[in-house]
Nanobody, 115 residues
Framework: QVQLVESGGGLVAIGESMTLSCRIS????????LAWFRQTSGDERELVAN??????INYYIDSVKGRFTISSAANTLYLQMNALKPEDTGIYYC??????????WGQGIQVTVSS
């Protein structure tokens, strides 16, 4: 069973940066999709960014384009977040998918951007 351990969240001021990390217990190359989702207050969980089959052309939700960068190294998935805004506040979830095998979610980590 895959285990995901997220770290790096917390409280940050508007305009500052933060990096989220997701340590993955299985070889990262075994996954087809590596993604970060977030859930803001009262809203459904939304896809923030993903990497599909190791592609360098990654998806980003419009609201974070130019500010967030998703990347991976070794068995860790990262989300570099720059120029943070209050609307980026929420719980961020790491997600990995191996087609035909399993889908795994992290426990979620709180990011709060103070206004």
């Amino acid at each position: 069973q895959v285990q995901l351990v997220e770290s790096g969240g917390g409280l940050v001021a508007i305009g500052e940066s933060m990096t989220l990390s997701c340590r993955i217990s299985r070889d990262i190359s075994s996954f087809n999709v590596l993604a970060w989702f977030r859930q803001t207050s009262g809203d459904e969980r939304e896809l923030v960014a993903n990497i599909i089959d190791g592609s360098t052309i990654n998806y980003y939700i419009d609201s974070v384009k130019g500010r967030f960068t998703i990347s991976s190294a070794a068995n860790t998935l990262y989300l570099q977040m720059n120029a943070l805004k209050p609307e980026d506040t929420g719980i961020y979830y790491c997600n990995v998918v191996s087609f035909g095998r399993d889908t795994t979610w992290g426990q979620g980590i709180q990011v709060t951007v103070s206004s």
